[in-house]
């Protein structure tokens, strides 16, 4: 089962910043969340990923709360590109590099 | 960023034949890949790990006889689909990593496998 819990679905405007929340609650101090977004009948597309300190890159911002039990990324600017479904995914210390997958979070950037 | 690249896109094929798709990272060395199935509206599902130079190692479940896997070197991997039939017809995704530690996997574009 998936360690992360997120939205089914959001609804973003054009052009605002789209926030997507994740939950870790169990997350170990040692594993890393990860953010990946599949846009319809396209492979996954790594975002970005943190530890304990925020993250920023030229697609988005991650967000993650002191305690660590849970994370927000942040599209600063959405376009209509950035219609996707998300996932939040913390693997396993042990084996970082085994995903599973849940649901994510559907996006649906409206113009 | 880090590329993987996969071949082909999609395919059709007859019942019975078998299918190879391949996984390539392009600027780096992948000593693992793994692959993955996805149905319509679903999310991805683990398949197996590839591991180069040994064999690879299956999720429970997946027949290894069925989809075999070979990593003979450290830019590719094929997953090669026996005797399709048509409920094998997924969306099948591979990714790699590089080898430092929390470094993220990167995906390829996937392979459509229609199988009449």
């Known amino acids: 089962d998936a360690k992360t819990t997120q939205p089914t679905s959001m609804d973003c405007a054009e052009g605002r910043a789209a926030n997507l929340p994740c939950n870790h609650s169990?997350?170990?101090?040692?594993?890393?969340v990860y953010w990946y977004r599949q846009i319809h009948s396209q492979g996954p597309q790594y975002i970005i990923h943190?530890?304990?300190?925020?993250e920023t890159n030229e697609m988005a911002s991650l967000i993650i709360t002191e305690d660590r039990k849970s994370s927000t990324l942040i599209l600063p600017h959405a376009t209509l590109r950035d219609t996707a479904v998300y996932y939040c995914?913390?693997?396993?210390?042990?084996?970082?590099?085994?995903?599973?997958w849940g649901l994510g979070t559907s996006l649906a950037v409206n113009p | 960023g880090a590329v993987v690249s996969q071949h082909p896109s999609w395919v059709i094929c007859k019942s019975g034949t078998s299918v190879k798709i391949e996984c390539r990272s392009l600027?780096?060395?992948?000593?693992?890949m793994f692959w993955y199935r996805q149905f319509p509206k679903q999310s991805l599902m683990l398949m197996a790990t590839?591991?180069?130079?040994?064999?690879?190692?299956?999720e429970q479940g997946v027949e290894k006889d069925k989809f075999l896997i070979n990593h003979a070197s450290l830019t590719l991997s094929t997953l090669t689909v026996t005797s399709a039939h048509p409920e094998d017809s997924s969306f099948y995704i591979c990714?790699?990593?590089?080898?430092?530690?929390?470094?993220?996997?990167?995906f390829g574009n996937g392979t459509r496998l229609t199988v009449t």
């Open positions: 995914i913390v693997p396993n210390a042990g084996n970082n590099r085994k995903l599973i």
């Open positions: 600027d780096f060395q992948a000593t693992t």
């Open positions: 943190g530890l304990k300190n925020n």
């Open positions: 990714s790699a990593g590089r080898g430092a530690p929390g470094s993220p996997l990167h």
């Open positions: 590839s591991n180069e130079g040994s064999k690879a190692t299956y």
């Open positions: 169990t997350i170990s101090g040692n594993e890393y």
